[in-house]
């Protein structure tokens, strides 16, 4: 019994929280005060403990809560449930958009959308430059730049090739 209650809990945060895994605290908060799975002292360790650790906070918050309520099995099912109402959303919107992918209106927005999410990145990539400076990645920058200008590949090539420069250049000086 104690599954099906995590799993419908847990489904209910993943369903209705939107705006990011901070948005599941008052959720998991409400848990708190309603059910004795955990204390709202041992909620602030986990969001804590969350978020240092890689992944979506959300996620890793329903994890150390299910976990906290029923061990390995309570952690599966609680961040199983969690990202259910989003992978069945994603999945019916690809359907929609494969199903109207020929439509003039969903062919403007995707035409729209292309370049509006560029542009995030952008943003992201020129405040991470500005913020963290290094001379040896503006250099890498350059050359890859200048490759992907001249030949045009795979992205996976050139991400490849930054992964191996970065850890070298990390190897050759530490502190960098």
């Not at 360790?45 to 029923?70: E, K, R």
């Not at 019916?92 to 403007?108: A, D, G, P, R």
């Amino acid at each position: 019994m104690i599954y099906l209650q995590l799993f419908l809990e847990f489904f209910h945060i993943g369903l209705f929280s939107f705006g990011g895994g901070y948005a599941t605290i008052p959720f998991l908060y409400h848990i708190a005060e309603t059910r004795e799975w955990y204390t709202a002292q041992q909620l602030t360790d986990m969001i804590a403990v969350s978020s240092i650790t890689p992944g979506p906070v959300g996620v890793n918050v329903a994890t150390f809560a299910g976990y906290t309520t029923s061990g390995i099995l309570g952690s599966v099912i609680a961040t199983a449930s969690v990202v259910l109402p989003s992978l069945i959303i994603v999945i019916i919107v690809s359907k929609l958009l494969e199903q109207f992918k020929h439509n003039e209106y969903v062919k403007s927005i995707i035409y729209c959308l292309k370049p509006a999410g560029c542009g995030l990145l952008a943003a992201v990539g020129v405040n991470m430059f500005l913020n963290e400076f290094n001379p040896a990645g503006l250099v890498l920058f350059l050359i890859l730049f200048g490759m992907t200008v001249k030949k045009k590949h795979d992205p996976l090539v050139y991400l490849g090739i930054s992964a191996a420069a970065g850890l070298v250049i990390y190897l050759v000086n530490p502190a960098s």
